[in-house]
């Protein structure tokens, strides 16, 4: 398993779901589980400040998420919701209701499950978010932090929206980017920090095809490239 954690902008999702085709291993991208919890919880109109419902809600939503790299599906009651989680409506409520150690606890077992499911059928994962090598799977092998600088992040954030056809400035981006972070580090569940023992990969000045040989050659270290391989020939 390699724990991918990081603030939004750095280029996790991408560096994961390449990593994890490159390995031969499954991909969990946990952010997206909070998302469609977010949604379902927008969708019923559920007050932000009342976590009891909003924990309520997330309890009886009904959501798959897929764990192929090559098009890890997010589907809300059968529905496919892939595009509509990365909404600025979903992205501006997503930090309140990932606060909460309610749901937190709910997603994080379901997590590990899905970590054990996968594991036991392909050999290995790549599982990218901002708890994983802290909380949801602290005895991970090999923990990676991708750190980049908050103006570069604002910008790739903002090319991201644009290619997707919502509406983006650097301005509103970089104010985005910073209210998360403020949010996602002062959570009193589970804040965004690095494990103790994480590799810190700066991705600031990196092109995907440098930070992914970078982390294949950490994965190789620590003689994880053969458990994927292995599982992908079963």
């Known amino acids: 398993m390699i724990a991918l954690d990081g603030p939004s902008g750095t280029g996790k999702t991408t560096v994961a779901r390449k990593l994890a085709e490159r390995l031969s291993a499954g991909y969990l991208d946990t952010g997206a589980m909070y ?17 009891e419902a909003i924990a309520a809600v997330a309890r009886r939503t009904v959501f798959s998420i897929g764990t192929t790299p090559q098009r890890p599906a997010v589907a809300l009651a ?12 979903v992205s501006h409520a997503v930090s309140p209701v990932s606060a909460l150690p309610a749901v937190r606890e709910l997603l994080v077992a379901r997590q590990r499950r899905i970590v054990e499911d996968v594991i ?8 990218e978010g901002r708890d994983i090598g802290t909380v949801v799977a602290p005895d991970a092998p090999l923990k990676i932090y991708l750190t980049a600088s908050a103006e570069i992040r604002a910008a790739r954030r903002s090319a991201q929206d644009s290619a997707a056809g919502r509406e983006s400035t ?10 998360r972070d403020k949010l996602d580090s002062s959570r009193a569940a589970s804040p ?15 092109q995907i095809d440098q930070v992914l040989v970078a982390l294949t050659e950490l994965a190789r270290k620590r003689s994880l490239l053969s458990d994927c391989t292995a599982g992908a020939r079963r």
């Not at 650097?170 to 209210?179: M, N, T």
């Open 35 to 51: 998302r469609v919890i977010t949604l379902a919880v927008l969708r019923e109109g559920t007050d932000l400040e009342d976590a």
């Open 78 to 89: 059968g529905e496919d919701v892939a595009a509509e989680i990365r909404g600025p409506e």
């Open 120 to 127: 036991a059928e392909v050999g290995g994962i790549v599982v």
């Open 170 to 179: 650097h301005a509103a981006a970089l104010a985005s980017v910073d209210r």
């Open 192 to 206: 965004l920090r690095p494990a103790e023992d994480a590799v810190h990969v700066d991705t600031s000045e990196l």
